[in-house]
């Protein structure tokens, strides 16, 4: 996930809130995947408990690359091999129209799919329109402790869980270069003093550099702070005390200790640290493999403490989720629900890891040699485990919206960092009020 995946996430969430407001309407009669590198990795392998039920047949729906396809196909096999009464059935589609036409199936036409498998932003839509099931209504409470909270957290909308993640990631990290930097201190007051020793404006040299204009880049440090961009009701929370020290953290880098660029963009900041006029750049675990033909040796750490509050940023991440249709039930429940705990199994992540190098959601596999022999990925998983999940709830769009505009004006130093959380409060309790109950209806559960 680039910053154009990172814009284009806010979009799908600006997207689904239309799409739900239609589809209340008419019932009321109106990222390239990288090589893979590492050893194998290896994990318990489950068996699969055969259904007696007799021959049963699953759809599911994806819109993954190529080699993905391949994968979850070889997947798919070996389920069915221990599972000779099931057959599996893929049916591919692109980003949108996997999200549209499920949606329509469900609704309107009453052929959707048994299954979906799908970014975690859909969960929004999905679980809001309760075209899926929920999860935690068909697994225990032991059984999905077995995956990183903040996987779960992407696929939990109004304290339900709607689907079950294959992978997790796209999260925040530091990146650095072992050239420049000997160790990364611990907490932030430690890491400012190394960043000026490692600043020369005028050589144009720079401790950090990052994405100034995306506010993806402000939550982990709002976390760091004690902030979230939503509260427990998944209502924008952006007026707040931990906004106001995380805005003049990342302000003061710029304007007070200048250790990192005014103005730096995505692609600007990627392109200072590959010159080596950098030292550090915050990026996502999506362009790790492009930092690795820069020619530089590289060093991957998570963020560091913040000083003030103690607490280790958290930063955003998502990825790929099971979701199964509302409509499915009796035996073909029981068999796509087994066909989800074996597709989300640690045995099938660690294919993902080993093939794919896509990093694991299930805990067991966070420890396997690939990641624990690996100098960068074992620091980006220690990061990871620190992720929480990208708010799939509507009103995130609506966070979104507040974040944006004030973020890059507090950025430039045109906004005052006590100004800014009052109006990006402002802005989104506006768009969330905008949105109405036809916008985000809240039916009773499915039963």
Not at 253 to 258: C, T
Not at 406 to 429: K, N
């Amino acid at each position: 996930m680039g910053v154009f995946a990172v814009r284009a996430l806010k979009m799908i969430l600006f997207a689904a809130s239309l799409m739900v407001a239609l589809a209340a309407c008419a019932s009321n009669g109106g990222p390239a995947t990288p090589a893979p590198t590492g050893a194998p990795a290896t994990v318990p392998a489950p068996t699969p408990q055969i259904v007696p039920t007799g021959p049963i047949t699953l759809t599911y729906w994806e819109e993954d690359n190529d080699a993905a396809d391949v994968l979850l196909d070889e997947l798919a096999a070996a389920f069915t091999a221990a599972n000779p009464g099931i057959t599996i059935q893929r049916v591919h589609y692109t980003y949108h129209d996997l999200r549209n036409q499920f949606r329509a199936e469900s609704l309107f036409s009453g052929e959707p799919p048994d299954l979906v498998r799908s970014p975690g932003e859909f969960t929004g839509p999905f679980g809001e329109l309760r075209i899926v099931r929920a999860m935690d209504d068909l697994f225990s409470a032991e059984y999905l402790a077995d995956y990183l909270p903040g996987a779960l957290d992407g696929a939990t909308l109004r304290d339900k869980v709607w689907g079950l993640p294959d992978n997790f990631g796209g999260h925040l990290m530091l990146i650095y270069n072992r050239a420049l930097v000997g160790q990364v201190p611990a907490d932030t007051d430690a890491w400012i003093e190394q960043l000026k020793t490692l600043t020369d404006p005028i050589t144009g040299q720079w401790g950090l550099v990052f994405d100034t204009t995306e506010s993806y880049w402000l939550i982990p440090w709002l976390s760091g702070y004690g902030g979230w961009p939503l509260d427990a009701q998944d209502q924008p929370t952006l007026d707040t005390a931990e906004m106001v020290e995380s805005l003049w953290f990342l302000h003061d880098l710029v304007h007070l200790h200048r250790v990192t660029p005014a103005g730096a963009d995505y692609a600007g900041a990627f392109d200072l640290f590959g010159q080596g006029k950098a030292a550090y750049v915050i990026d996502g675990m999506w362009n790790l493999e492009s930092y690795g033909g820069l020619g530089i040796d590289l060093g991957v750490a998570p963020l560091p403490r913040v000083s003030q509050t103690k607490l280790l940023p958290a930063p955003m991440a998502t990825g790929r989720y099971w979701f199964i249709a509302s409509g499915v039930d009796g035996a073909k429940l029981d068999a796509a629900a087994r066909f989800v705990e074996f597709m989300t199994s640690a045995q099938a992540q660690a294919e993902w890891l080993t093939k794919m190098r896509r990093l694991p959601s299930h805990k067991d596999v966070l420890g396997v040699e690939a990641i624990a022999a690996d100098p960068l990925l074992g620091p980006a998983v220690d990061q990871l485990r620190l992720a929480r999940g990208v708010p799939p709830a509507l009103e995130m769009v609506c966070a979104w919206r507040g974040l944006d505009g004030a973020f890059r004006r507090v950025m430039t130093g045109e906004l005052s960092a006590d100004d800014a959380p009052p109006a990006m409060q402002a802005e989104a309790a506006a768009c969330v009020a905008d949105m109405s109950p036809a916008e985000t209806p809240t039916p009773a559960p499915t039963p």
